[in-house]
């Protein structure tokens, strides 16, 4: 098995579970994405582009209800993965493509299907809404409650 | 624009990826803006806290049904045309040295 092929799938495997948080639902997307490009060298770029339509497709699971306490020092980064889950899909998008994938502007833009104004519109208020939720407008940091 | 600088090289900033000289340049149209600035620095610890928390998925080992699913998707081996040519001369050349090495040593007396 190609050491590259591998390597593609770990890196699908990533960008997968920052989209949905069922590590199992994004495994099957990993593999619903490798099947639908069977054994064709295709771009990285256009693998991930068919994960996010696949990803599109699944219903997000009811948002946990959050709680807001009182202000503490710089967030962690589990808090910022913790407020990232809370966004909505189309602004986990962007940040992943951004931050966990480090694609280009101009890759990210191409893999959403959007021109370049719009993706950067899209990436400064999903950068918006992370900071609310992460600092929090009214100085209260959020949390989850189990 | 988020401030003075538009929203672009804003998001650039915030993800390094102005060249130094650019950078050095919005950093100092900023310095009159420490709201903007310190946006900058907050929008920066996101983007590399979530990088942080997602990067050790990418070293993860694969699950069974990921790498038996790679397994399937591999191509049968076909042998490469030229692999198969060069093994064809080779194999010729070496069959007619030895015909050539078994009439020689008919004809020519030791």
Known sequence: ?146 | MTGAVPDETFNALVDQRLSPKTEREVRQRLEGEPQALARALAWQRHSEALGSVFAPIAHEPLPLSVLLKLQASQPAWRPDPGMLRTVAVFCLGLACGLVLAWLASRHIPL
């Open chain 1, 1 to 146: 098995m190609g050491r590259q092929a591998e390597a593609t799938a770990q890196r699908l495997r990533r960008l997968a579970r920052a989209l949905i948080q069922d590590s199992e639902i994004a495994d099957s997307l990993v593999i619903a994405t490798l099947t639908i490009h069977e054994a064709r060298a295709v771009p990285l770029t256009r693998m991930i582009a068919t994960l996010i339509g696949l990803r599109r497709k699944h219903d997000d699971a009811p948002a946990r209800a959050i709680q807001a306490h009182p202000p503490r020092g710089p967030a962690a980064p589990a808090d910022v993965a913790r407020a990232f889950e809370h966004l909505p899909l189309a602004d986990r998008e962007v940040l992943a493509l951004v931050a966990v994938e480090h694609l280009s502007y101009e890759e990210a833009a191409a893999v959403l299907d959007i021109g370049f104004a719009d993706f950067i519109g899209r990436l400064t208020r999903a950068r918006t809404s992370l900071a609310r939720v992460v600092d929090g407008e009214h100085h209260v940091v959020l949390r989850v409650v189990k």
